[in-house]
């Protein structure tokens, strides 16, 4: 009988894992790492249940990319078990190389560094360690390899990472309008000149699915408390890197040391759990911005925020400047750090990279925004953008 | 201990009838009739598990208009308690005028009356025999009650009664991409100037509402399939009507009288086994065209559709048409009942008449078409149509 | 690329035909017939959402059919293609010879002849229809096929009938209570000395299906209003046979000729409109009983039933006769039609006959009623007796 | 317009808050804490989803309390407004002295002090601060109020507790069987000579209640790995403890100091965060029992772990202990630490303590192991006991 693990999952009822050298993979400690590493950072402020893992993220994106397999080949397109499994393993580490709190500390963390150029790295040591059988997962994940399909499926407008993220932070959330009819959408994928494609009865589920992430965005990811709690977060490590505040090793080397000092191996051994426990530290910090910013995050007393459909009232943010300023005894540079502007923007769809094509019956290829009484239309390009304003409490 | 009855319901949990009146109305013949007519029709001879009634659904649309008034009064509208009787009653009885498989034989059974017409005339029947109890529904029902939110909660483009429907058709039919967040945007009505809006916040929620009807409509309601076996349900009454073809009392008279003969009680008499009854004796009926007609509804043996967004090709028709005269030896005037073209047509949302309003937080209202970065914008107006063209193998 | 339907199933999501023949078998007459027949007969009058179809059972158990033989070929038990589509149409078919209202008519209908030997007669006239390729079907489902475990997994304590109708008439009914963990179970079944067996982990889910089984039986099948409506239904019959009561062909066969006369062709074209129409003809009929129990039928007026672990109180049953005698002003033997006495019962677990067994990982088995610290044990061994009477209200 | 505000719980789908001291007791710190500590403590390294907070029970539980209120008012049962709340509040605070991975780690980190005892302290804290507020809850909290059914609601063999626990820890590991049925039997409780009963119909809810209980116990909470991760766990800090091994304040006063010596505020400041961190930093301590264990928890290499029905085989576990001294180059003390056995057992319903009662509708009250046909029995009587033993790998 074949090697064959089965996980449950509350999404997708069973993963199975059926590989070996997937299960090797798994039960790495680059990859264990990811059980410590929440999948929407701060999100969970807001929607209780939004704890998740990036390892459950990693493990549902690859269920799917199982899924997504079967059905090409049962349509007849050639994937060499190799393939297939080099396919299995890009999904399963695309996100592998994740700091702390993910998207909402990549930028402070390890600055100008993108998490997929560290997943890279990673990938690059785990194809070390397991014998060069890693290299053509790693060419799927950097779009080297000539099947441009596979990573489609990988990295694209309808990957199956973007699939698993939307379904499963909408189950975890209790958003159930996020869902995303994956099944039936894996059931009308198919390959035509050598791209992932849509088959035409499934344009409706694939405007079901752009609708569904646009809703998760503004609902969830973009709500103004989730916002929020994430800029305090970066304002803490920024803040703590300003004031060269201490905490244990190895993330006070991330605070207080140039990036090009820290090995890959000291970036795979943090996790949430270091900027919590700095975070903790810091509450009682002499710094007051620092212990400020910390206590509000331990205890949930977030920063009040505005949106607004324009940039925000500049007699209003003076204003409250000022009043902060007074009523915590801080100078103006000071006082920045808690009362601050910012924007954030989300299309609905990508009108020039990457689209999603829609393969018909008689051999067409359109682009799902050129469809017949396209929903996604000219009418939705360019990013919608919106402001806000973040400040502390009085 | 007031009254109390509770009924499961796959779709809500349970559904709570706590009004006595209510309860003898759901007890009346006419009422239960309900039980007997499907709500889908033919549709589930493409999604089997659409077997669902016009009385469960109406039980569902009562439920969710006990929620809709409960969040009312929640948020201080004022509403008494004969009114919240009154349009609990008025949604319950909204549909008890369909006849036989609803929509699919309206407009032959009982020619150029609509079903409200006769929901009107049996409410009116039960407002008597329930000492005018009934008198503020009907109000409420026929829009002339002042308070017209009420109204609109019965009958508009967000009323319960949609809400209901895609809900419960989405689940029954196993397309749970029609699934509707009912319980959050009934938590986001509110009642402004008179009438019934939606609070800022559910903008997305009504975005995910419209788009999932607009799936419904292509993907279950106009299946080609489902609009062939629905075609096929028309063409058979009106062929018997044609041939004067027999079948039992009642559903004769409504074959072979005129409209005007028909009272009340026999039009609430027949019910879906009446024609299915009907098709199976004109089965082996001697006039071909309706023998075939009834065979294919019986056996599933359909006729074919093809869709397309033109008019079809006069000259695939006309040779169609020619093959089947010549293999089943029929004059053309017969053949062009199975032979035939037809169009469908759904707006996403209709823009002209009684549009569904968003209320700001600074009191500003605005149609959810013209919201900022509208997903349901003018790029949508006008109906989508689509043209067929039906016809039986060979 | 090979024959591929999906049937959207809202309980298991997609159902997938891939076998030109079990589709063809499908497409047939007879077994579109299901369609027609309801699952739960009369439970709807208590559990509005349980109005699913034979037809969607039988789907469901094939379904589940193929899950199994998927998992047991997956763990290196030998099943040829051959036995597997076999097995695949023995399931399909297993319930084809259920006529209208099945169980609750099967003893007044077809007086004396179970429905599996009228599902024996239709498989045979099929294998007959396609030229033999049902034959080995034919005796998978007559346990005359060597591999005994085949026969089991479409009828035994475990078997994949009980697994669909548990889950199907749960998920409809909304009595979710009646969950069976299908999926689990299914992948924890194996073959061992030639019969189906479960693994050892897989006890308490077994344990969970019994006691979900236990529940179904108490809370839905034997629910007293259920109870009701089906002794109505089988009075109906039975008095109109008695009063030789008319009603339309082929019915009036079933009535009113001796059951030798009737053709299988003939008892393939009656379903429940035949029975419902006949109901609604005899509403007005002649003979008060019957148009007593036909009226009560149709309008869910139904007669009161109470429940006692005793046999029924025999003063209370002659009190009552006496007043339904002087309220109805019927002779004593017609009321017993109206007032009578009954009793049903229900074992969580066969202990005597194809008892589920265990495997454990060292190789021992023992029944499911003998493993450690069993929950089904010989504490719950004889059926459990309840009595009832029935009575119309004055 | 009332105090109100709604939380998202894929669970319940939205749990309303409409009470400002219930609003402003979770915003306390104290509170808030236990959005760090995992519901379900090392379940996640099996059920990868299983990674749900203390807080989230806690307010799903006070949900559940607000259900069974709602439903025992219905009833007519007088409970007034302040003992409504007083009742909400003692279930949100049931769980908040709970520590670090709650029950894994209780009886190691304030050895001797069970979690209710420092509930009581935090909510006599609380009390305090919110000027004797929660005096009636605290007298709910520990059976003292009178109203002795609103004790046996927050603490009882059918508490929310419980069906909350058992609801969301099915939910959340994809365990569905552990399913409970929490609405249908809030439907069915109601007090009876000032004690918690279930109406007669609720029987076989109730059964299956202590089924699915039975399951999620054996399934999941005493998954063998699960065990041996907890385990690991609490070695860890014994180990700590015994070898003096430090960490970051303030755990390191739990781990270093008597705990007389710790504040509540000290208490309430750890979380699984504190514990975390200690770990990863134990995993380069000198101690090498405490490194391997560290590193054990920390890359889920876990102690290998076999279940039997009686206790170990002695010869096996001289045997394994002499290898891993061999392996490891340990002496036989500390190989102990790596080899070592256990119990665990779980009744299915404790039959002597807190009985469930029954009322029957003729005023009759049953303990429901003494129904009629009962399923839960003397039969199970006794916990059931299941020995084990763990090991670490060679």
Request: hydrophobic content about 45%; charged content about 20%.
């Amino acid at each position: 009988m074949a090697f064959h693990k089965i996980i449950n999952d509350p999404v997708y009822g069973f993963i199975t894992i059926d590989d070996e050298l997937v299960f090797n993979i798994i039960a790495h400690p680059y990859y264990q790492r990811l059980r410590r590493i929440q999948q929407m950072a701060m999100a969970h402020l807001v929607y209780p249940g939004a704890v998740h893992t990036r390892l459950h993220h990693s493990l549902g994106a690859y269920h799917l990319m199982c899924l997504a397999l079967q059905e090409l080949t049962r349509k007849g397109i050639d994937i060499t078990p190799a393939e297939q499994q080099a396919a299995k393993i890009a999904i399963l580490l695309h996100d592998v190389g994740h700091g702390p709190y993910s998207h909402a500390l990549e930028q402070v963390l390890a600055e100008g560094v993108h998490h997929e150029k560290i997943s890279l790295l990673i990938i690059e040591a785990l194809n070390q360690k397991f014998d060069g059988k890693l290299q053509m997962a790693l060419e799927i994940f950097t779009g080297a390899y000539p099947k441009k399909y596979l990573h489609q499926l990988v990295s694209g407008q309808l990957d199956v990472d973007r699939m698993d993220y939307l379904t499963r932070d909408s189950f975890f959330s209790g958003v159930v309008e996020g869902y995303v009819a994956y099944d039936r959408i894996l059931k009308m994928i198919t390959v035509h000149n050598g791209e992932l494609m849509v088959e035409e009865k499934g344009i409706y589920s694939i405007e079901k699915f752009l609708i569904a992430r646009r809703l998760m965005y503004r609902q969830v990811y973009l709500h103004k408390t989730v916002v929020s709690a994430e800029q305090m977060l970066q304002r803490i490590i920024k803040r703590a890197k300003f004031v060269a505040a201490a905490c244990a090793q190895p993330l006070n080397s991330f605070i207080n040391e140039p990036l090009q000092n820290i090995t890959l191996d000291q970036f795979c051994s943090i996790d949430d759990a270091d900027v919590m426990m700095a975070i903790k530290t810091w509450c009682s910090h002499s710094d007051k911005v620092l212990a400020l910013l910390s206590n509000g995050i331990m205890n949930r007393n977030l920063l009040k925020v505005k949106y607004s459909a324009t940039p925000a009232d500049e007699a209003f943010v003076k204003r409250t400047k000022l009043a902060v300023m007074q009523h915590y005894e801080l100078n103006e540079a000071d006082a920045n750090w808690l009362v601050f502007e910012g924007n954030a923007s989300i299309s609905t769809y990508d009108f020039d990279d990457n689209p999603i094509k829609i393969l018909y019956k008689n051999g067409e290829v359109k682009d799902i925004a050129q469809v017949d009484d396209a929903l996604i239309n000219e009418s939705l390009r360019g990013k919608s953008k919106k402001y806000y304003i973040c400040y502390i409490g009085l």
